[in-house]
């Protein structure tokens, strides 16, 4: 692989979502993207800009009521919930961010490459009816959901932000075609994600939950991926992998309590990347979340897209993330409980 291989997607034009002053996902989160995409350019790397989204991709989604509330914040600045606010050009931006993770898709699909959006607003927590969490529209959700209507029948959503994902959850928590992994400080907002949560319908068993306690470092997380969410997503056979890429559980970040580093996220990155090339050809659309600290940030989006470009070796051979796994040990009983009735493999995993 190298870099001509990796899209990156990314646009200044998310600096036009406004944000009040002291507002964590402040327009400087694009001002950092727009820089780390610069420097791909200029050595090497292919940045393209992204498209808005159809309302049909938003449709998959999100309710038609919601689509019409949100359409109708153009021009005004209106607070969608205690903590989630649109400026004038907000949704037009919000479509651009959910227009790059179906680019993304696209890219994947059709040249079995990664790629990557540089995106905000985030979108993990937006659930069917409503926004939260500083999001508006489901960026991931939206990119599975166009890869279903493209026919595949198997998408994985890998979500290693340091809040769980609601939203992505609630969306396919009945949907067995789109397996939802995520790791997550727990408990913490925003209140979902525990271990027994586990889907519903013909989707139980489909929704695996990782919950850590603040603390956890980049060895914890290490540890999680290749003892359950690894084996679990190579179980169920994806033909894609999305990955909802958050970097608030960086250990610099102001609104988690985990301890993970760039090079920690590089790690996870790697692990996720080999996986999509073992089993679905390699493709991965990757989509960024969260992530509050400018400098730690940028360090791991540059981390993030080394990793893309790399010659990534087999599973075994990624060499495991030092430090101590006393979180991640702590928190396996439970999750080993909940999840082996429906992946007995991972019982005798790794």
Not at 237 to 264: I, K, W, Y
Not at 265 to 285: E, K, N, P, S
Not at 307 to 323: D, F, K, N, R, Y
Request: one cysteine or more; aromatic letters at 8%.
């Amino acid at each position: 692989m190298s870099k001509s291989d990796v899209l990156l997607i990314s646009s200044s034009r998310f600096i036009n979502h406004e944000t009040p002053t002291g507002h964590p996902e402040q327009p400087a989160r694009a001002m950092v993207m727009t820089r780390v995409a610069d420097r791909w350019r200029s050595n090497g790397g292919r940045v393209v800009e992204p498209t808005p989204v159809e309302t049909a991709a938003l449709a998959r989604v999100h309710q038609k009521a919601y689509l019409a509330e949100i359409a109708s914040t153009g021009g005004r600045r209106v607070q969608l919930d205690p903590d989630t606010y649109a400026s004038p050009e907000t949704e037009v931006v919000a479509r651009l961010a959910a227009g790059a993770a179906v680019s993304g898709v696209r890219y994947a699909l059709e040249r079995n490459r990664p790629a990557v959006a540089f995106v905000r607003p985030p979108g993990h927590h937006a659930e069917r009816d409503r926004a939260m969490g500083f999001c508006l529209y489901n960026n991931a959700a939206i990119a599975a959901a166009h890869a279903l209507s493209r026919g595949l029948e198997r998408v994985v959503i890998i979500d290693y932000d340091v809040h769980h994902g609601n939203g992505i959850q609630s969306i396919f928590y009945d949907d067995p075609r789109v397996l939802y992994i995520s790791t997550h400080q727990y408990p913490f907002y925003p209140g979902t994600g525990a271990a027994n949560e586990l889907g519903r319908a013909s989707g139980t068993g489909f929704t695996v939950n990782i919950p850590l306690e603040a603390g956890a470092g980049d060895a914890d997380l290490d540890f999680m991926f290749r003892r359950v969410a690894l084996p679990i997503a190579l179980a169920f056979q994806p033909q894609l992998v999305v990955v909802s890429a958050g970097f608030d559980a960086h250990m610099d970040d102001p609104l988690g309590g985990m301890r993970a580093t760039a090079e920690g996220f590089g790690t996870l990155t790697r692990l996720i990347y080999r996986l999509a090339l073992d089993h679905c050809d390699g493709r991965i659309v990757i989509v960024t979340e969260g992530g509050y600290h400018l400098p730690a940030l940028e360090a791991c989006l540059e981390e993030m897209l080394v990793v893309t470009a790399e010659q990534i070796q087999s599973l075994e051979e990624i060499p495991p993330a030092a430090g101590s796994t006393d979180v991640a040990e702590a928190a396996l009983g439970p999750i080993l409980l909940a999840q082996t009735p429906y992946w007995p493999s991972i019982s005798t995993s790794l």
